[in-house]
């Protein structure tokens, strides 16, 4: 990642008509396509905020936002270069400003929430995107939440209609939504088995699976278990093992996807959708919708103890390249954060 300008003094930074940000201007891989610099603050409209960021979660969206991938997503990134061109999707500050229609938040507040652009110094989020951070929280745990636990809180409970005593199988429970959906899972009654490598059953089974299967070692077919739930984050099993896997009214709720650089698993999430009126089990696509109210109830969570963001590693802002190339193995564990 290049560094093209350190005009900026810390010291005068509030002042300052500039900040410090990660910058995007090409699709490719991050070392190459981001760049650490100095550009101007943002502006804020009547129904922002103006935060201080302190910390920005990042997970493998950010990776594959700054590389363009799959293709056929490039609609929502932007056809030729980068819609946004300031990466980042979630943070963690201090608000700054309040724009002349926000209530309810002043100067001074540490909040959490989601939104574009986060990776810099300063961010402008509509008031509807963000919250007060959890009381047990630091700035920097809080940042890993948003993204991550509205995923795994939206994906068991919204779409897999997750209910008390069910028994909810989660691929991938090691990684970034993956430790917060086993935490959530328990908390809304769940009896969980969580799908992880040899290194992370340990830690799996800390924050309260009941059951682990290694896949190193065996499918998730091999005990004969079925399950009424199962979040598919890890994306790279076939439909028919999945299905063998679920009771016969069983709900399968597909978030993850991998595969070749133009569909990513999309073809499959398609074939899922298309099949699902024509059997018993209801095969769900999603795609995460974040709301102000499902941060709350995720707050909430934190606050009484039941869910607690696992953070892997942080990098300072201008490494976030690195960062992203770390996230890129897909075998992180939880979260990782950028501190600003
Ligand atoms: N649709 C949406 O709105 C939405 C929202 C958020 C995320 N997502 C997607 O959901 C997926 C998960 O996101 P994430 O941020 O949690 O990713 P992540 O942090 O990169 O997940 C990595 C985890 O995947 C596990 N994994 C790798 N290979 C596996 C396998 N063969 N079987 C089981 N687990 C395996 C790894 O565990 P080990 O190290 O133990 O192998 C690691 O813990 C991604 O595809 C992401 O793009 C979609």
Known sequence: MTTTDNRHNPDTETASKTMHAIVH???????????????????????????RV??????????????????????????????HPIPGYEMAGIVETVGAGVTGLQPGDEVFGWGNATLAEYVAIPASQLTTKPSNLTLEQSAAVPI???????????????????????????????????????????????VVSTGNVE??????????????TAAITDSGSRYDLILDLAGNRSLGELR???????????????????LMG???????????????????????KPTLENLETLRGLIESGQVTPVIDKTFPLRDTATALDYLASRHTRGKSVITI
């Open 266 to 288: 999309f073809g499959r999430t398609v074939r899922a959708g298309a099949l699902s009126p024509f059997v018993r089990q209801r095969l769900r696509p999603f795609i995460s």
């Open 203 to 216: 830690m799996v089974r800390s924050i309260g699976a009941d059951d682990v299967i290694d896949y190193t």
């Open 148 to 194: 991550s636990g509205l995923a795994a809180l939206e994906g068991l409970r919204d779409s897999g209609g997750l209910r008390p005593g069910q028994r909810v199988l989660i691929t991938g429970a090691s990684g970034a939504v993956g430790t917060f959906a086993v935490q959530i899972a328990k908390a809304l009654g769940a009896e969980v088995t969580g």
């Open 54 to 83: 302190r910390a920005a979660g990042v997970a493998i969206g950010d990776w594959l936002t700054v590389m363009g991938l799959p293709y056929v997503a490039r609609p929502q990134y932007g056809l030729l270069a980068p819609k």
């Open 244 to 262: 063998r896997a679920l009771t016969p009214s069983g709900t399968l709720v597909i978030v993850g996807g991998s595969g070749g650089r133009w």
């Open 25 to 51: 201007r090409s699709f490719g891989p991050p070392q190459a396509s981001l760049t650490y610099q100095v550009v101007d603050k943002p502006s804020i409209s009547d129904d922002e905020v103006l935060v």
